[in-house]
């Protein structure tokens, strides 16, 4: 069996072992080595307006999402082994990646779909955003105090965060904890985010001026205060729920 460009054959053979091992056990874990697709919107790009304009979601979307997909797929096409991990998983394990001309893109593209089309299902229109479970809230209440503080602490998180990055909410080790990534790395990223928590992403938002630029223009606190209207409390419950299980 030949090692895959970039990686040392110990690695690899553990990560053969994972993919293995999820096609055995874990049903869904294992995915076709299929390029990776630009995920719908799960809404039309107006539909958050006033809080997100439509070009900002059409742009966001159809250009920059599109074209961490892409560059996905073209670091994948040297890579097919890792090709045949779900998303997660490579994200998890790049560190094993050796060869960092391909760790990079991986990084960075990987990363950027992620996020982003994680990003896209945890926002909904102002009517649909609903509001934290029972469980949720009690766990912001538990964690931070209220929802007032959490709020504070994300939002400070995410102003703070220099340049072009990400603030998350996680669930780590059975507590809520907010930290925030810088380009598009996530809190899934073993071994290479050192300042960051890492644990299950319940919440993210995106803070590179092109998430914002075109309507708040410098206003990234504004950009922030009007974000918290079209979050998807049920979507977030849901994850939440599904992380403390
Ligand atoms: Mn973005």
């Given at each position: 069996m030949r090692t895959p460009i970039g990686m040392n054959r110990r690695r690899f053979v553990q990560l053969g072992a994972i993919a293995t091992a999820s096609a055995a056990?874990?049903?869904?874990?294992a995915r076709a080595a299929t390029p990776q697709t630009l995920p719908a919107l799960?809404?039309?790009?107006?539909?958050?307006?006033?809080?997100?304009?439509a070009r900002t979601m059409e742009i966001h979307h159809g250009k920059h999402h599109a074209a961490y997909v892409a560059g996905l797929n073209a670091a994948l096409e040297k890579a097919p082994d890792l090709a045949m991990l779900e998303l997660d998983d490579l994200l998890a394990d790049?560190?094993?990646?050796?060869?960092e001309s391909l760790r990079t893109p991986l990084r960075n593209h990987g990363g950027g779909h992620w996020n982003h089309t994680f990003f896209w299902e945890i926002m909904a229109p102002a009517v649909q955003s609903g509001a934290p479970s029972e469980k949720l809230a009690a766990a912001i209440a538990a964690d931070f105090g209220s929802m007032d503080d959490f709020k504070k602490a994300f939002n400070e998180a995410a102003a703070k965060r220099f340049g072009s990055g990400w603030a998350w909410l996680v669930l780590k080790n059975g507590k809520l904890k907010i930290t925030s990534t810088p380009n598009?790395?996530?809190?899934?990223?073993k071994g290479l985010v050192p300042d960051a928590d890492l644990g299950t992403p319940l919440l993210g938002l995106d803070v590179w001026?092109?998430?914002?630029?075109?309507?708040y223009q410098n206003r990234r606190p504004d950009y922030i205060t009007a974000w918290w209207n079209v979050v998807n409390w049920p979507a977030v419950s849901k994850r939440f729920e599904e992380a403390s299980k």
């Open positions: 056990m874990m049903p869904g874990r799960p809404y039309a790009p107006a539909a958050l307006e006033p809080h997100i304009d790049l560190p094993s990646v050796a060869d598009q790395d996530n809190p899934l990223m001026e092109h998430a914002y630029y075109l309507h």
